[in-house]
């Protein structure tokens, strides 16, 4: 049974969340996601270079796609609509890899360790957006933080739907939109002073 | 020479961030530090778990002062503006740490496992600015919003100032702010098809 190398690499991922999901990340080799996929573990590290990197593989994929729609958005968005037509235009993508983001999401939150290296993920990935966003002419400051402010965004979105999955992704981005907007203009009032807030 | 227990503290850190600098992150150990400080090692040990932590200290300085500052902003304010009145008031403080956040922030961009830590704590930070808008009545998802957004448009403006202290933090956050608000107006235009963005 010949496996494409994309087939092998997808099967190396679904090896490595059941067993994450089994046993726990720490308590699981290479050796063993290579085995439960059926191929050597130098197969293994043909595709990755360790354990961990199996769980960030989506990335690249995603910042591709979303690159492209950035690029295409239409003349004259400003740089969140941008960022948001580019959020909404990789719903299908997302949706199509639910099976594997879910799981993949409750490992990270249960492992400090990866829950870091994520947030460093998240973090390059606002910086490409940053830099995708100077191509369409915006200086480097307001670039910068709309990168910042579309990724945490994002990720909120992203995040709560795949906590519950009863309200759409698409809907979970436009009350993202809606609550950035609001940032600027919902009034607030000053707490009582006697509560604290829960440290955390 | 009796040493009050927060002068202890500054001691270490201020002898950890020479030695970091002279010798690299990595070469030092938490004993040269105390030696450099004039204290035992297990006064070291006393004040901070690990040398990693030396140089995260500060951190709770400051979200106490900004805690305080979110309480009792006037009301009326929207979620992000209760945040820079926030930052604002804190300028003073930042401007007196200056001589050891600069070389703070060398040593970190120097050193992937502390910029990974780095970001860490400006999540745990924006979730804390979350926490505190909650009470003066936003609910979760704006509060979690504003905390993200506002966070990275404040680690944003300290990151420049600490860098190029010819523009004053004032005026860091005073950009920022504008810059946030122009996000959703400046419009932007489609990229050049046949130019990428650099990697990274």
Chains 1, 2 share one sequence.
Not at 83 to 88: E, I, K, P, S
């Amino acid at each position: 049974m010949a496996l494409g190398d994309k087939d092998v690499r997808v099967r190396l991922q679904q090896s490595a969340l059941n067993l994450f999901a089994e046993r726990g990340y720490e308590r699981t080799t290479a050796a063993e996601i290579a085995a439960r996929a059926g191929v050597t573990e130098r197969t293994f590290f043909r595709h990755f270079p360790d354990k961990r990197e199996v769980l960030f593989d989506g990335a690249a994929v995603l910042l591709s796609a979303l690159t492209g729609f950035i690029e295409t958005a239409p003349d004259g968005l400003a740089p969140l609509d941008v960022l948001f037509f580019a959020f909404n235009a990789v719903v299908p993508l997302l949706e199509a890899n639910r099976h594997i983001s879910h799981p993949r999401q409750e490992i990270i939150a249960a492992t400090p360790a990866l829950a870091e290296r994520e947030l460093t993920k998240h973090a390059a990935m606002a910086h490409a957006l940053a830099k995708l966003l100077q191509l369409r002419g915006v200086s480097h400051l307001p670039a910068e933080l709309a990168g910042h402010t579309g990724m945490a965004a994002f990720a909120q979105a992203t995040t709560a739907w795949l906590d519950d999955p009863a309200i759409a992704l698409s809907e979970r981005l436009d009350l993202a939109y809606v609550g950035l907007k609001a940032l600027w203009s919902a009034p607030t009032r000053a707490a009582d002073a006697q509560t604290s807030p829960e440290a955390g």
